[in-house]
């Protein structure tokens, strides 16, 4: 298998503008994850999906982002606008089971202007 | 909350050297990963303990799970600059719903050669 894949891996963009992160999870794994990755705060869960259902977004920062999982092998996740405050690095990850063994992706790394 | 406190924080030692991180909780988790990250790179696991007290080994690397399992540690013994990195645990809550693990903040490792 090769393994989570993410896209795109780096994304500069202006204040304002629309950013879509992409994640296609390993076959057969049954959760998915989205994380943001910042010096000051660590890796923090923003969202995540069963079975391509999302349970829990209580970590979504605000109503400017959304993550969406139309099927078993692809998920999004929106920002619109993007802010300056949100320059970080984005991980998906997936696992066989809740609470298993979580397999991340290389990361999309974003920089907002 | 349920959280992890990681220390140290930051740690530089000399190749060779032996060392020790802690991962500590107020909260019992019904299991603990350790997972670690290169640059660059997703986090990738190393080992889940379960049970309270045990003991695994992973070549020079030696993790602990506390009694109470609210706290684990990791042992370097001969520390190499392979082992340079960010080292994060994450806890799975027992006896609740979620399937998320929740992570600490890491202690980031840098060996010298």
């Known amino acids: 298998d090769a393994g989570v894949i993410q896209s795109p891996r780096h994304e500069v963009t202006e204040m304002g503008q629309e950013v879509t992160l992409r994640c296609k999870p390993i076959?057969?794994?049954?959760?998915l994850f989205w994380y943001r990755q910042t010096m000051m705060r660590g890796l923090e869960l923003l969202i995540y999906f069963n079975n391509n259902v999302p349970i829990d977004d209580s970590g979504m920062p605000e109503d400017r982002f959304s993550a969406k999982m139309p099927n078993a092998s692809f998920s999004t996740l929106k920002i619109q606008p993007s802010e300056p405050r949100d320059s970080a690095v984005y991980f998906c990850?997936?696992?066989?089971?809740?609470?298993?063994?979580?397999?991340f992706g290389p990361g999309t790394r974003l920089t907002v202007l | 909350t349920q959280l992890l406190e990681q220390s140290p924080q930051f740690l530089s030692i000399q190749e060779g050297e032996n060392l020790t991180v802690y991962c500590n909780s107020s909260?019992?988790?019904?299991?603990l990963q350790w997972y670690r990250q290169e640059p660059g790179e997703g986090p990738v696991l190393l080992v889940t303990?379960?049970?309270?007290?045990e003991v695994k080994k992973l070549k020079r690397l030696t993790f602990q799970f506390g009694d109470a399992r609210k706290d684990s540690s990791l042992h370097i013994t001969a520390a190499q600059p392979g082992d340079t990195g960010l080292y994060l645990c994450a806890g799975g809550t027992p006896m609740n719903r979620d399937d998320k693990i929740i992570f600490g903040k890491g202690t980031r490792l840098h060996i010298l050669p």
């Open positions: 076959s057969g794994h049954d959760y």
């Open positions: 303990v379960v049970t309270g007290g």
């Open positions: 990850a997936s696992s066989l089971g809740g609470g298993n063994e979580q397999f």
């Open positions: 909260s019992v988790f019904s299991s």
